[in-house]
């Protein structure tokens, strides 16, 4: 068989291979028998440069034109298989695809709202660093080297005796007073750290929500005004406040607040451990001697001072019975509070 004749019956045998084709994969099966680089009709093209020049350009130029055709064969036949292809169905009427929202943390969700009742009256926001000194931490507040009351706080050390991871927020508050002049009404939510064994009711990490306030002519009255408006805010119109007698070494006189349970309305349950009433923060005047460090006159200026733990309060609020939720980072846990 001559190389024309050959060339043309392989055009043909293809054509009738494509008409046939029942798939995008055979046609892609036939394009390499004849197209590809060991092709039926590429073996000839290759074989050209044997031949004489005018055998060479006869052939040559039928094997193009077959090549071309056979490709536009191909090419079209692929489209009518593209276009009768079954495409994903989409029902419009079926619900959509609900994306997950983000929620804040419990304790950055109620530090936010407690800010909030407290920037109401006037409190602006102050904080410090994690990593305090001892004096800033301890003695600047009164508790002095040898004070027994550096033993009710377990205290992380970062170097030797001077550096510690703080202990309370209190710090920020004496940070102020020695860089500020009165009146001064302010807030310092923080974190904080105690070297405590890690159970259902306590953490070696906390946060607190610590306000104080330093003018002319600070009572206990004002202390108590602003303290029974915050916990009326937070808790509820109906709550009712009791303040206990207390001690702290940087205010004097200093008490305890409770509120009536708001599970039991008073009467006594559980959550109360049947007293009707619950602890929710320390406070108290601030003591004469955190206002002579600071060098300020405490026979012209006082001030009251108090204290709130936030995990307490959100344990209290929300009846959760494991401190240890707020740190395992349970998304079944925080989705509770969006």
Known sequence: MSGSSQIQQYLADALSAVVA???????????????????????????????????????GGLSNKAKVELETAIKEATKIFQATEVKEIIDPTLPGIA????????????????????????????????????????????????????DMQDTFYVEGDKMVLRTHTTPVQARTLATSKPPMKIITPGKCYRNEAIS?????????????????????????????????????????????????????PSAEVDITCFLCKGKGCQLCKYAGWLEILGCGMIDPNVLKFANIDPEKYSGYA???????????????????FFYENDIRFIRQFK
């Open 99 to 150: 994306h997950r929202q983000g929620a804040l943390h419990p304790i950055t969700k109620v530090i936010d709202d407690m800010c909030r009742s407290f920037h109401g009256m006037g409190f602006t926001i102050a904080r410090g660093p994690d990593v305090e000194s001892d004096y800033y931490n301890f003695e600047a507040l009164n508790f002095l080297p040898d004070h027994p009351a550096r």
């Open 200 to 252: 259902t009711r306590s953490h070696c990490i906390f946060h607190q929500v610590d306000g104080f306030l330093v003018d002319e002519g600070v009572t206990m009255s004002d202390l108590k005004g602003v303290l029974v408006a915050f916990c009326r805010d937070f808790f509820g119109e109906e709550l009712k406040l009791r303040f206990r007698p207390s001690y702290f070494p940087f205010t004097e």
């Open 21 to 59: 084709a029942g798939s995008k994969k055979e046609l892609q099966d036939i394009s390499v028998k004849y197209l590809g680089r060991k092709g039926l009709i590429t073996s000839v093209l290759k074989g050209l440069k044997e031949l004489p020049i005018e055998e060479r350009k006869t052939l």
């Open 306 to 324: 108090f204290g709130i733990g936030v995990e307490r309060i959100i344990m209290l609020k929300y009846r959760i019975t494991d401190i240890r």
